[in-house]
């Protein structure tokens, strides 16, 4: 039997080739048959976790709420370091100093990912604008969605705290931070479903230990980590609760 393997969309382009290393040093340390299936978008990620064609999975916080509580999937692993947050940017010339200064008409360039977009609409509240008065404008990237910053296509828009900083100083050089959030808790996390349910302490075991290696170390460095840390279930549950009350 092969088992399924995928990744958050919100992982930047140029780790494609450092996701397929990981799967193949993952592969011969389980002696397990899996195949890594990457998706163009959250959507399309969602309709094969609905279709069950999904086993293990680095999730982002709101596909953990779906897969740990509808679907049976168990936290098993995060990335060591500080939780997940996102910014609202604009050009670092805008006259826009801050999110009350938006107004009806504002365009905001974003991705599809779920959790940045819900936290930012969030962040945008002070400016009291609703889907009415937003322009949203859909980017397949987070280097996309810079790019309509740049070329003035758009006033705002989202991004997550790691991909800001990932991009080059002369990029963020011409941007500007208008907010950032502070949720603290919300995480992406390596899950792992029903039909590994039997190996899920072993890969624990596994991940949490990739960085005594020198191969390991340079695969996680790759991918953007220092290691893996264990999650307490509780950890997870309380994150999804803070989900669930931000999207209500």
Same mark, same amino acid.
């Given at each position: 039997?092969?088992?399924?393997?995928?990744?958050?969309?919100?992982?930047?382009?140029?780790?494609? !080739?450092?996701?397929?290393?990981?799967?193949?040093?993952?592969?011969?340390?389980?002696?397990?048959?899996?195949?890594?299936?990457?998706?163009?978008?959250?959507?399309?990620?969602?309709?094969?976790?609905?279709?069950?064609?999904?086993?293990?999975?680095?999730?982002?916080?709101?596909?953990?709420?779906?897969?740990?509580?509808?679907?049976?999937?168990?936290?098993?692993?995060?990335?060591?370091?500080?939780?997940?947050?996102?910014?609202?940017?604009?050009?670092?010339?805008?006259?826009?100093?801050?999110?009350?200064?938006?107004?009806?008409?504002?365009?905001?360039?974003?991705?599809?990912?779920?959790?940045?977009?819900?936290?930012?609409?969030?962040?945008?509240?002070?400016?009291?604008?609703?889907?009415?008065?937003?322009?949203?404008?859909?980017?397949?990237?987070?280097?996309?969605?810079?790019?309509?910053?740049?070329?003035?296509?758009?006033?705002?828009?989202?991004?997550?705290?790691?991909?800001?900083?990932?991009?080059?100083?002369?990029?963020?050089?011409?941007?500007?931070?208008?907010?950032?959030?502070?949720?603290?808790?919300?995480?992406?996390?390596?899950?792992?479903?029903?039909?590994?349910?039997?190996?899920?302490?072993?890969?624990?075991?596994?991940?949490?230990?990739?960085?005594?290696?020198?191969?390991?170390?340079?695969?996680?460095?790759?991918?953007?980590?220092? !290691?893996?840390?264990?999650?307490?279930?509780?950890?997870?549950?309380?994150?999804?609760?803070?989900?669930?009350?931000?999207?209500?």
């Amino acid at each position: 039997m092969t088992f399924n393997f995928t990744v958050s969309p919100s992982f930047p382009n140029e780790r494609i !080739s450092d996701w397929y290393i990981f799967n193949t040093w993952l592969q011969r340390a389980l002696s397990l048959p899996i195949h890594l299936e990457l998706y163009g978008s959250f959507g399309a990620q969602r309709v094969a976790i609905e279709e069950g064609k999904v086993d293990l999975i680095y999730a982002n916080p709101f596909d953990a709420s779906l897969l740990v509580r509808e679907k049976g999937f168990r936290a098993i692993a995060r990335p060591e370091g500080p939780p997940d947050e996102m910014v609202v940017l604009t050009r670092a010339d805008s006259p826009i100093l801050e999110i009350r200064d938006l107004q009806p008409g504002t365009r905001l360039a974003c991705s599809d990912d779920p959790c940045v977009n819900t936290v930012g609409r969030i962040l945008l509240e002070p400016a009291n604008l609703n889907d009415s008065t937003i322009v949203e404008q859909r980017r397949e990237t987070y280097i996309q969605v810079a790019r309509a910053l740049l070329r003035d296509e758009a006033d705002v828009g989202f991004m997550p705290l790691e991909a800001f900083e990932g991009l080059s100083p002369l990029i963020r050089r011409d941007l500007r931070a208008l907010v950032q959030s502070e949720v603290y808790v919300i995480r992406h996390v390596f899950l792992a479903g029903p039909a590994l349910a039997e190996r899920a302490d072993e890969l624990t075991a596994l991940l949490v230990s990739m960085h005594e290696s020198d191969k390991g170390r340079n695969i996680l460095e790759a991918l953007g980590a220092r !290691s893996w840390q264990p999650v307490q279930h509780e950890d997870v549950e309380f994150m999804i609760d803070i989900i669930s009350t931000l999207t209500q």
